[in-house]
């Protein structure tokens, strides 16, 4: 009777011990794919030298310039640095990045100051960028591998949700649908698209835009995001407490607006109270009748660009030759 | 009339209607058994049915039918 | 809560490992819990809705069942119609309605359309799905089919089973009933054959789906300003993305149905593969169609069976504009529907002459070209069907067959994912539809290749899937 009851016994932990085991195994198997595949992705994105990964690991770990220029799209095709460097005589990187958010700016705002404190640095701001839409938290994706070696933009990654923790236990989460961009990237082919050739972050656009002036009368009401807010407002204090003189920037569009949008509004009170400087070139007449200077109706092209530049540059100088006037903190040759 | 004759007058309107020689109905048989019993040869072997053995099938009995057995018992039913 | 999100998995997990530690005679009462809880974590109102229905038709199905006489069966069967299409008709179509009907009155008064009495409504998730489905269940009892269900908690948990609840598959009494009426054991079999499914499901839904969806989309919101050839290209990709955004979205409701110890109703059947209009409604969204063929198509045809084919063309045309209907409360759907119905028409008036003609030729041609024309026929009829106006369809539909320009594809990786994620899922197909390969990797004999394979898979699918909205295509215009 005691022999059988044992042999029972064996059987159903051995049943159950299998179970547990083939578990166990599918576990390994996942740990193991997802962390060799991580690795490999990792180093693949390391490696880049060129292109927009490359670029936002640059801004991050690497530039040392004196003049740093943030923003999307806009901040990306409108400021040119070697114009900066000739006229100002200050090395400029453009960190601008389309599609992303004060957040991503925000984010390599703080991987920058940790390493050093650049002289200028301008915050391209564009209408409705306060407004809230869960596309800006998606587009955080950007910054996941960069979470492991970055603990300080940590806080800005998790604002996308409170999962972000667990997705980030996979080593490949971080890049996801990066693969092909990133094996494609370390072609020869990749090497010859013309987009790759910046210069120093600043990528050119050529197209010429020839359709009439919109005029905008819509005016909708959109609900503003608080995190955006208090981004901008953290990315102006950090600037403050480095050092670092900054210039908020509306930028030229090809769109006459009959109405004031409420997050510039926002931004340029925000601004005023932190005694930053904010230049608003929305519905500047010269711009708006010059829609040759445009590659569509949101971003200048590479002689709209040159134009925009040395404006920008003209006002900078007449703002800091006002200022050493005051207090001679920089000098502008 | 028995179960059986039934079945054979049954495959006799079958082959006719649905053009086929091949056909040999068994009492379990359903559409899937029968490459050419589609929705309009259903409902022309019905209008078969109903007038070669004089009967009329209501509605919920035609939607309860499963297979040929069941056809062939409410034919059954409606001659007696 | 998205079948896709952590959300999910964190209500999946823990429910499961309850369901199974607690004793066999309350888990269906837990399932009922879990599943109210599901819907109300949705949005809280919608669960008076579904009470209602559960309560009015239980006990509708056993008075009809105990009536004593034919007039008083046929009232409650009455009765339950005018609820169950009632409440349907007025949270899905009630808008609708209300333009349209204003907009004729307006037309044929030639009066402008002034205030209408639009409500603003928000359609219970899966109301169609579960009104269908008690529908379905009261005419079954009506007809005498089966029996009504004595047991209100049984009744709760088949309309209310949440795996099913949001997007089917359309149950029918006589497969799930019974099934609740077992006391469900613990098999790892079940574990395993749930949980692969849903790993196709994810796999389906994100690396294919949401991956084609990104493209789609934004070649569609810009469609004045594409190339023909770039709207037919993605007019093809959507065909795979509704497919996989629905079967892939199915195949994890029903492993999920699995993992709870229930075998839930098959949608699909490799529809791609059809070779004909008549082959593709049996393979597609095959709980909805069976279910309108059985209790719209079937008792209208065999009702008028007397004006022979005209029956079928009355029946066909009823039964398509239900099924485009279901989808949505617009015109393009009923446009959809006809679509489908002449190509049945079509079909049905061609048989004999078709068969004959396929006799002529090598299957090994017409079989390929048959399938090719199907889902070319598949592809136009959805261009309509995703559409938001009739006018959007018809350009689309003339600017790929007149406007040359340049192929759009946003840059290589796009192309690289949509079209591996695609190849890969229709592989799996191919080899289920004609066994082809004489090995298999997913149903391997050995356990260890079949691990090995779906970790693979759970892998491609953090590489390849669309998590966080994925990459953007970017459009300066």
Known sequence: MQENENQMKKIYRNKHFKIVLKFGLFIFFLWMFDFSVGLFLSHCYQKQKSGLLYRATYSMDSTNADMLIFGASRANHHYVPSIFKKKLNLTCYNTGRDGETIFYNYAVLKSVLKRYSPKIVILDF???????????????????????????IRPIVKLKSPFQK??????????????????????????????????????????????????????????????????????????????????????????????????????????????????????????????????????????????????VINEISKNEYAIEKSTPSLSVK | MEQTQILKELNEIFIEVFEDDTIALTEKATTEDID????????????????????????????????????????????? | MLFTSITYFL????????????????????????????????????????????ICNYFLG?????????????????????????????????????????????YVNNAPVKQMPLLDLILPLGLSYYIFQTIGYITDVHRGSIKAERSIFRFALFTLFFPKLLVGPIERANHFLPQLKRMVVFRMENIIEGGKRIAWGLFKKLVVADRIAIYHTAVITSADHQSGATLFFASILYTFQIYADFSGYTDIALGTAKLFGYDLLENFRRPLFSKNISDFWRRWHISLSSWVNDYIFNPITLKHRNWGKWSLFYGLMISFIVIGIW????????????????????????????????????????????????????????????????????????????????????????????????????????????????????????WVVQQLSYSLLLIYILIAGVFDGGQFIYFAF
């Open chain 1, 126 to 152: 564009s209408i409705k960028d306060f407004s809230n839409n869960e596309e800006s938290y998606d587009r955080l994706a950007a910054l996941l591998p960069y979470y492991e070696s970055h603990p300080g």
């Open chain 1, 166 to 311: 667990i997705k980030l236990i996979s080593k490949i989460y971080p890049y996801n649908s990066l693969c092909f961009t990133m094996l494609i990237g370390s072609t020869n082919y990749n090497v010859t698209r013309d987009y790759i050739n910046d210069d120093n972050g600043y990528i050119p656009l050529t197209d010429s835009f020839n359709q009439a002036l919109y005029i905008d009368t819509t005016n909708i009401n959109y609900q503003l995001d608080m995190n955006k807010i208090n981004a901008y407002i953290s990315f102006l204090k950090d600037c403050a407490t480095s050092g670092v003189k900054i210039y908020v920037i509306v930028s030229p569009v090809c769109v006459k607006y009959l109405y004031q949008d409420k997050s510039i509004i926002l931004a340029k009170r925000i601004a005023k109270k932190y005694n930053v400087v904010f230049y608003d070139y929305t519905n500047d007449p010269f711009y708006l009748n010059s829609n040759f200077l445009f590659a569509d109706r949101g971003h200048l092209n590479e002689n709209g660009a040159k134009i925009f530049t040395n404006q």
């Open chain 2, 36 to 80: 050419a019993w589609d929705s309009l040869n259903h409902i022309q072997m019905i209008t078969a049915v109903e007038k070669k053995f004089k009967i009329r099938f209501k509605l919920n009995e035609l939607l309860n039918f499963r297979d040929v057995g069941d056809l062939c018992k409410s034919i059954q039913e409606k001659i007696q």
């Open chain 3, 11 to 54: 209500f999946l997990i823990p429910s499961l490992v309850l369901y199974y530690l607690i004793p066999q005679k309350i888990r269906n009462y837990f399932l009922i819990l879990i599943s109210a809880l599901f819907y109300i974590y949705v949005k809280v109102d919608y669960i008076f809705i579904i009470l209602f229905i559960i």
């Open chain 3, 62 to 106: 056993i008075g009809i069942e105990k009536a004593k006489n034919e007039t008083k069966q046929l009232l409650y069967f009455y009765l339950s119609l005018i609820i169950n299409l009632g409440i349907l008709i007025f949270f899905k179509y009630w808008n609708f309605l209300i333009i349209n009907i204003f907009e004729l009155a307006g």
């Open chain 3, 327 to 446: 989808h949505g409360a617009a015109w393009n759907y009923v446009l959809f529907g006809i679509i489908q119905a002449l190509a049945l028409m079509y079909e049905g008036l061609t048989k004999k002459i078709r068969k004959k003609f396929s006799k002529k030729i090598n299957l090994r041609i017409y079989n390929p070209i048959s399938i090719l024309i199907t889902f070319l026929f598949i592809t136009f009829s959805l261009i309509i069907f995703q559409s938001n106006t009739l006018n959007d369809a018809i350009n689309i539909i003339t600017r790929i067959f007149t406007h040359h320009g340049d192929f759009f594809y946003d840059k290589p990786s796009t192309l690289l994912f949509m079209l591996i994620g695609c190849s890969f899922m229709m592989l799996y197909e191919f080899q289920e539809e004609w066994k082809i390969f004489p090995f298999s990797l997913f149903s391997n004999k050995s």
